[in-house]
């Protein structure tokens, strides 16, 4: 699974909200200055996408004049574009036209698996990993090795 941020505009939950309704992003998560999301396959931002989400006063705008356009076509890829670019982990760009789109695959090779854990659990989950010298998901994996080793059909 990929995943990259954007930076949390006026009208940024908008557009990550018409784009995962898109499909292909699975996760979302929203912080005070930015939004992340997490996705599978590949995910396309393109200016239209943009102008989809913000006030129809602003749509009328841009389409009114030609520089109207470009200026916002330049906000939307350097606030926009350039960010996906930046802090894309686990992808990489397929396609990349400055201020009309951006086209990004997922190259991760696993899968996320996501667990609900009470406060107490969590604290000693984290306990237990720092005793052991491991990390949270070289233990899970051991775990689900040593599981299914056991179980296999024979």
């Given at each position: 699974?990929?995943?990259?941020?954007?930076?949390?505009?006026?009208?940024?939950?908008?557009?990550?909200?018409?784009?995962?309704?898109?499909?292909?992003?699975?996760?979302?998560?929203?912080?005070?200055?930015?939004?992340?999301?997490?996705?599978?396959?590949?995910?396309e931002?393109?200016?239209?996408?943009?102008?989809?989400?913000?006030?129809?006063?602003?749509?009328?705008?841009?389409?009114?004049?030609?520089?109207?356009?470009?200026?916002?076509?330049?906000?939307?890829?350097?606030?926009?574009?350039?960010?996906?670019?930046?802090?894309?982990?686990?992808?990489?760009?397929?396609?990349?036209?400055?201020?009309?789109?951006?086209?990004?695959?997922?190259?991760?090779?696993?899968?996320?698996?996501?667990?609900?854990l009470?406060?107490?659990?969590?604290?000693?989950?984290?306990?237990?990993?720092?005793r052991?010298?491991?990390?949270?998901?070289?233990?899970?994996?051991?775990?689900?090795?040593?599981?299914?080793?056991?179980?296999?059909?024979?």
């Amino acid at each position: 699974m990929g995943s990259t941020c954007i930076p949390n505009y006026e009208n940024a939950v908008a557009m990550i909200e018409y784009l995962k309704s898109k499909g292909s992003i699975v996760g979302v998560s929203y912080r005070k200055d930015m939004i992340c999301i997490d996705f599978t396959g590949e995910v396309e931002v393109t200016f239209d996408d943009y102008l989809q989400t913000v006030p129809y006063l602003t749509k009328h705008y841009v389409e009114r004049l030609p520089s109207h356009r470009d200026r916002e076509m330049s906000w939307f890829n350097s606030k926009y574009l350039l960010y996906i670019m930046k802090t894309l982990r686990g992808g990489e760009v397929v396609e990349y036209v400055p201020g009309e789109k951006i086209r990004i695959k997922d190259t991760e090779k696993t899968e996320f698996i996501g667990v609900r854990l009470s406060r107490e659990e969590k604290e000693q989950l984290e306990s237990l990993v720092a005793r052991l010298g491991t990390t949270v998901s070289d233990l899970v994996r051991s775990l689900i090795k040593e599981k299914l080793g056991k179980t296999k059909p024979q």
